[in-house]
T-cell receptor, first 114, second 114 residues
Framework: DTEVTQTPKHLVMGMTNKKSLKCEQH?????MYWYKQKAKKPPELMFV???????INESVPSRFSPECPNSSLLNLHLHALQPEDSALYLC?????????????FGPGTRLLVL | SQKIEQNSEALNIQEGKTATLTCNYT??????LQWYRQDPGRGPVFLLL?????KEKRKERLKVTFDTTLKQSLFHITASQPADSATYLC?????????????FGPGTRLSVLP
């Protein structure tokens, strides 16, 4: 199974809402990533979890809060977002602990903030 | 400053021809470089990885070269088909060269015309 799943596929939320994005993989990977992608732009790294610990936070605003409950699951909690946060949010995983990491991406959650 | 550039935002070629895409980087020292394909509204899909000590890598109709002196990777698709139409992204590990803080190039949108 080389699949990374993400739920929901689409999400519309107001600026005062709290919502969560979910990501799951069953490849035994120990590194998981959140990316943000705006239209016609490349993915931009937000967070990296390595062996269930947050290893990289690319200066992401605190209204985005990642969580890694176990090695297969990754969440992104959203609170008080702004319209400019509307984007495709991609989750990825990689083996972890190797010197050449290949990432497997999920299909993404398309988020619209009103 | 650090920068990744891909030769053009869009590239149109005739079916059956070879497509050549370029990825140039500045002020990075990656130990390897990757190429991904992304279709509209979907997550990137890994295609090829090439290490700094490898000159060339092939997979079916795909070929990648890596010149660390020129700080450039070339990605070739031979005998191109309309199904190859997609955005192609290069990616490299920023930081120490083996890190997980991946940076993507802006992408080249390839259109193969029948």
């Amino acid at each position: 199974d080389t699949e990374v799943t993400q739920t929901p596929k689409h999400l519309v939320m107001g600026m005062t809402n709290k919502k969560s994005l979910k990501c799951e993989q069953h490849m035994g990977h120990r590194a998981m990533y959140w990316y943000k992608q705006k239209a016609k732009k490349p993915p931009e790294l937000m967070f990296v979890y390595s062996y269930e610990k947050l290893s990289i936070n690319e200066s992401v605003p605190s209204r985005f809060s990642p969580e890694c409950p176990n090695s297969s699951l990754l969440n992104l909690h959203l609170h008080a977002l702004q319209p400019e946060d509307s984007a495709l949010y991609l989750c990825a995983s990689s083996q972890g602990g190797t010197r050449q990491e290949t990432q497997y991406f999920g299909p993404g959650t398309r988020l619209l903030v009103l | 400053s650090q920068k990744i550039e891909q030769n053009s935002e869009a590239l149109n070629i005739q079916e059956g021809k070879t497509a050549t895409l370029t990825c140039n980087y500045t002020n990075y020292s990656p130990a390897y470089l990757q190429w991904y394909r992304q279709d509209p509204g979907r997550g990137p899909v890994f295609l090829l990885l090439i290490r700094e000590n490898e000159k060339e890598k092939r997979k079916e109709r795909l070929k990648v070269t890596f010149d660390t002196t020129l700080k450039q990777s070339l990605f070739h698709i031979t005998a191109s088909q309309p199904a190859d139409s997609a955005t192609y992204l290069c990616a490299l590990p920023a930081g120490s060269g083996y890190g997980q803080n991946f940076v993507f190039g802006p992408g080249t949108r390839l259109s193969v015309l029948p």
